[in-house]
């Protein structure tokens, strides 16, 4: 019989995103509406992409 595969979690494959080099990214939150009340430093810096820590991004590239 065939060794069991570990299966991909499916709430942080459709969040995270990994790129190449083996980083992982995610989109910022709280930058889709009602911005109005931030500054524009702080709308500006929510439209790039996130990038996960190195420790954290090694434990989940196994589940995505």
Excluded: F
């Amino acid at each position: 019989m065939a060794k069991s595969k570990q299966k991909t979690h499916k709430a942080s494959s459709k969040v995270l995103k990994k790129k190449k080099n083996g980083s992982l990214t995610y989109k910022k939150s709280n930058g889709n509406h009602k911005t109005n009340k931030d500054s524009a430093k702080q709308v500006r810096q929510r439209r790039n992409k996130g990038v996960l820590a190195k420790g954290e991004a090694s434990r989940l590239k196994s589940v995505i």
